[in-house]
C-alpha cells in the first residue's frame, strides 16, 4: 500500500490518472462546495460589514432567548441554539459512520446511519421552524423588528433581515441535505450502490452535509455568540 | 498480514478518529457557549472584544477539525487540498477589508452626519409587542408603522 502510494504520489502529473486522486464526482463536490462557501462568506461578511457600520445592534442574548413550551417571558438565552448545535454536529458524527461503513460495503450499517443523519436534519430543521415561527409572533420579519439596540436606542431593519436571510439560506441547504440523505438511502435500500461495487456516491453526499454543519458553526458564532 | 485484518484495523482506527474528533467538537463548543454566557454579564467593551476574538478562534478551530477529518481533506493528496484551500485564502482580505470598510463608514457617519449620530443615542421607548401580542396582532403592525414618526420627535 505505502509502495503504490509513493509510485503514485511522484507521478501525479504524469497523466493516466486523475493529479488529485478522486474520483471525478468528488472533485467536482469539492469545487462546487468552494463557491458555497464564498456565497455564505459573501453574506456573513456583509452583514459584518454593516454591522460594523452602525453605532447599535440589538443583543443576542435578549432576541433568542426562548424555547419550546417555555413559559411567557422566559429569559433563557443561547440554550435552544446550542440544542440545534449539538443536534447538527452529532448528525455530522452518524453521517462519517454512514460513509466509513460504505467504505466498508456494510449496507445494512449505511442504511441505518443515514436514517439517523436524516432524522438529525429533520430535527434541525424543526427547531429552526420553530424559532422563526416565535420570532415571528413577537413581531420580527423582514423589514421589521421589534428589537431595540443593546444600548436602548431605536434599531433598523438590518439584524432581523440578515438573521432570516442568512438562516434561511441556511435552512435551505439543510432541507436540500436531507433530501439528498433520503435519496442515498433509497438508493441503498434498493441496492443500487451494491450493484455498482462501491459506496462512492454517500462520500459526495456526506461532504454536502459536512459542510451544511461547518456553515452552521459561522452562523452560529456570527449571530447567536457575538 | 491478511487483507481482512488490515481492514479491520482500518476501520477501528477510523472510529477511533471519529470519537476524538467529536469529543473535540463538543468540547470547543461547550467552551464557545461557556463564554457566551459569560460574556452577558460584562460590559467592558475591551473584555468582550477579547472574549469575541477567543470565541472566532475557537470556531476556526472547529471549522478546521470538520473541513480535515469529517471531510477527510487531510487524508487526500496535496494537490487536493492546495487546489481547494488556497483559493480561499482571498478571505483573508474579504473579511479584512470590509470589516475596515464598514468601521471607517461609521466613523465618517458620525463625524460628519450629525443627525444620524443624535438619532443613535436617543434611548427609545421599548416597543410594547409582547404583552398583548395575542389580542391586539393588528394594533401591533400599526404600533410598527407609527414607530417611525415617534423616532423623529
Redesign the interface.
Same mark, same amino acid.
Given at each position: +500500500?505505502s509502495t503504490t502510494a509513493t509510485a503514485t %504520489?511522484t507521478k501525479?502529473w504524469g497523466g493516466g490518472k486523475s493529479?488529485?486522486?478522486?474520483e471525478y464526482g468528488k472533485?467536482m463536490m469539492?469545487y462546487f462546495l +468552494?463557491s458555497d462557501?464564498?456565497t455564505f /462568506?459573501?453574506f456573513l461578511?456583509?452583514y /459584518? %460589514? !454593516?454591522?460594523?457600520?452602525?453605532? /447599535?445592534w440589538p443583543d443576542p442574548?435578549k432576541v433568542f432567548k426562548s424555547y419550546p413550551f417555555a413559559a411567557e417571558?422566559v429569559n433563557a438565552?443561547?440554550v435552544f441554539v446550542?440544542i440545534m448545535?449539538?443536534i447538527l454536529?452529532i448528525s455530522?458524527?452518524t +453521517?462519517?459512520?454512514a460513509v466509513?461503513a460504505g467504505k466498508?460495503m456494510k449496507k445494512k450499517a449505511v442504511a441505518t446511519y443515514l436514517i439517523l443523519t436524516i432524522i438529525g436534519g429533520i430535527a434541525f430543521l424543526s427547531c429552526q421552524a420553530w424559532e422563526w415561527n416565535h420570532l415571528h409572533?413577537?413581531?420580527a420579519w423582514w423589514g421589521?423588528n421589534?428589537f431595540?439596540?443593546a444600548?436602548?436606542?431605536?434599531s433598523s431593519t438590518n439584524f432581523t433581515n440578515y438573521f432570516f436571510t442568512i438562516t434561511g439560506f441556511h435552512g435551505f441547504h439543510v432541507l436540500s441535505g436531507v433530501v439528498i440523505n433520503i435519496i442515498m438511502l433509497i438508493m441503498t435500500l434498493t441496492d443500487k450502490f451494491e450493484k455498482r461495487g462501491h459506496y462512492l456516491m454517500i462520500?459526495k453526499a456526506?461532504?454536502y452535509w459536512?459542510?451544511v454543519?461547518?456553515v452552521w458553526?459561522?452562523v452560529f %458564532?456570527c449571530f447567536?455568540?457575538? | 498480514m491478511s487483507h481482512t485484518a %488490515?481492514?479491520e484495523d482500518h476501520?477501528a482506527e477510523?472510529?477511533k478518529e471519529?470519537t476524538k474528533v467529536?469529543i473535540i467538537?463538543?468540547v470547543l463548543?461547550v467552551i464557545?457557549?461557556a463564554?457566551?454566557?459569560y460574556m +452577558?454579564g460584562i460590559e467592558a467593551a475591551g473584555t468582550r472584544l477579547l472574549i469575541?476574538g477567543t470565541?472566532?478562534i475557537l470556531?476556526l478551530a472547529?471549522?478546521f477539525y470538520?473541513?480535515a477529518y469529517?471531510?477527510?481533506l487531510k487524508h487526500?493528496?496535496k494537490?487536493?487540498i492546495m487546489?481547494?484551500c488556497v483559493?480561499?485564502c482571498?478571505?483573508f482580505w474579504? !473579511?479584512t477589508a470590509?470589516?475596515i470598510?464598514?468601521?471607517s463608514?461609521?466613523n465618517l457617519?458620525?463625524t460628519y452626519d450629525p443627525h444620524?449620530?443624535a438619532?443613535?443615542? !436617543?434611548?427609545?421607548e421599548?416597543?410594547e409587542?409582547?404583552h398583548e401580542?395575542k389580542e391586539a396582532k393588528e394594533e401591533?403592525k400599526e404600533g410598527?408603522k407609527l414607530?417611525e414618526p415617534r423616532?423623529a420627535d
Open positions: +500500500m %504520489t501525479l493529479p488529485f486522486d478522486v472533485l469539492w +468552494m462557501a464564498l /462568506g459573501a461578511i456583509s /459584518g %460589514t !454593516i454591522r460594523f457600520s452602525t453605532n /447599535g442574548n417571558g438565552p443561547l446550542s448545535t449539538f454536529i455530522s458524527v +453521517m462519517v459512520l466509513q466498508e409572533s413577537e413581531g421589521m421589534p431595540l439596540n444600548d436602548g436606542s431605536a462520500e456526506g461532504l459536512h459542510f454543519d461547518l458553526v459561522f %458564532t447567536y455568540l457575538i | %488490515t481492514h476501520s477510523v472510529r471519529v467529536t467538537l463538543s463548543t464557545e457557549l463564554l457566551g454566557f +452577558m469575541k470565541i472566532v470556531m472547529k471549522a470538520i473541513v469529517f471531510m477527510h487526500e493528496v494537490n487536493l487546489t481547494v483559493p480561499l482571498i478571505f474579504f !473579511i470590509f470589516l470598510d464598514g468601521n463608514f461609521r457617519r458620525n444620524y449620530k438619532q443613535s443615542s !436617543i434611548k427609545a421599548p416597543k409587542v409582547k401580542e401591533k410598527l414607530d423616532r
